[in-house]
T-cell receptor
Framework: DAKTTQPPSMDCAEGRAANLPCNHS???????VYWYRQIHSQGPQYIIH???NNETNEMASLIITEDRKSSTLILPHATLRDTAVYYC?????????????FGPGTRLSVLP | DGGITQSPKYLFRKEGQNVTLSCEQN?????MYWYRQDPGQGLRLIYY???????QKGDIAEGYSVSREKKESFPLTVTSAQKNPTAFYLC????????????FGDGTRLSIL
């Protein structure tokens, strides 16, 4: 069962903010939203995760709507090296060590 | 540097052969995982282990086996029973606890000769 829905692809101009949306309308109260990205032929890279408050780290910001049914990952100043597939994942907070379900994600192309 | 090391990066298997993929981590993480990724697809869980000497089947365990004799090591054997082994294999690890992200190695690409 797909728990998240993401657009298959997006473009962004270099230096501009990249805003990647994710719908998770069936999210439960105990589920976190995680974001990963995968550059071709490499392993997925953890970016950020959150429950209901907006989160920011050195890589990105995560904005979660008040009803928690959708979120947006923001890369504030996209570079060519941010070209990758971005995955939005929901996962229960009490899920000890079990799998992250990666869907097809959004392929972000940062254009010069 | 701390991290997860997978080897080899590329591996070729003959029909009927078993092959073992290595995964080592020096992050002192308790939990380790193996995923399979097919072209254009997401990741599917093969096996995971939350503690030494214990492991659990994931969604697609048939044709695979694992061991967890040491905390830092979680090798995956692709047996001859796995009829479609060509894929990109990813190992991950995490701290055992609430809301802990998994951190991934750079993968092993397995092909059949």
């Amino acid at each position: 069962d797909a728990k998240t829905t993401q657009p298959p692809s997006m473009d962004c101009a270099e230096g501009r903010a990249a805003n990647l949306p994710c719908n998770h309308s069936t999210i439960s109260g105990n589920e976190y939203v995680y974001w990963y990205r995968q550059i071709h032929s490499q392993g997925p890279q953890y970016i950020i995760h959150g429950l209901k408050n907006n989160e920011t780290n050195e890589m990105a910001s995560l904005i979660i709507t008040e009803d928690r049914k959708s979120s947006t990952l923001i890369l504030p100043h996209a570079t060519l090296r941010d070209t990758a597939v971005y995955y939005c994942i929901v996962r229960p907070m009490d899920n000890y060590g079990q799998n992250f379900v990666f869907g097809p994600g959004t392929r972000l192309s940062v254009l010069p | 540097d701390g991290g997860i090391t997978q080897s080899p990066k590329y591996l070729f298997r003959k029909e009927g052969q078993n092959v073992t993929l290595s995964c080592e981590q020096n992050l002192n993480h308790d939990a380790m995982y193996w995923y399979r990724q097919d072209p254009g697809q997401g990741l599917r869980l093969i096996y995971y282990s939350q503690i030494v000497n214990d492991f659990q089947k994931g969604d697609i365990a048939e044709g695979y086996s694992v061991s967890r004799e040491k905390k830092e090591s979680f090798p995956l054997t692709v047996t001859s029973a796995q009829k479609n082994p060509t894929a990109f294999y990813l190992c991950a690890s995490s701290i055992k606890g609430l809301n802990q992200p998994q951190h991934f190695g750079d993968g092993t690409r397995l092909s059949i000769l």
